[in-house]
């Protein structure tokens, strides 16, 4: 089991930067992928960036590639987005979540644990 929250969110200006934590409780954080998707209203859920096991290997939506950074420190159980250059395209919930595998994938349905959510919102 897996229980993740998420912080971090709130209304920052186009062009600023937010930090969102994502913080795990449960022994399989570690062994696992984890992920940021997003949820824009009315659209779909959307993956955003994902991070191995260990680290060492990030994989980004094309959306956000050079903007935003995946990161996690496995001793804290924590996982990170550090966003930049925030666009008003960027505002949605974000939602961080587990992988079953530990080299991450982009289908959510590859993800059986899910946080409930921080808002982000970007003003133009």
């Known amino acids: 089991q897996v229980q993740l929250v998420e912080s971090g969110g709130g209304l920052v200006q186009a062009g600023g930067s937010l930090r969102l934590s994502c913080a795990a409780a449960?022994?399989?954080?570690?062994?696992?992928?984890m992920a940021w998707f997003r949820q824009a209203p009315g659209k779909e859920r959307e993956f955003v960036a994902v991070?191995?096991?260990?680290?060492?290997?990030?994989y980004y939506a094309d959306s956000v590639k050079g903007r935003f950074t995946i990161s996690r420190d496995n001793a804290k159980s924590t996982m990170y987005l550090q966003m930049n250059s925030l666009k008003p395209e960027d505002t949605a919930v974000y939602y961080c979540?587990?992988?079953?595998?530990?080299?991450?994938?982009?289908?959510?349905?590859?993800?059986?644990?899910w946080g409930q959510g921080t808002q982000v919102t970007v003003s133009s």
């Open positions: 979540a587990a992988c079953r595998w530990r080299v991450g994938v982009t289908q959510a349905t590859e993800y059986d644990y």
């Open positions: 449960g022994r399989a954080f570690s062994s696992r992928a």
């Open positions: 991070i191995s096991w260990s680290g060492g290997s990030t």
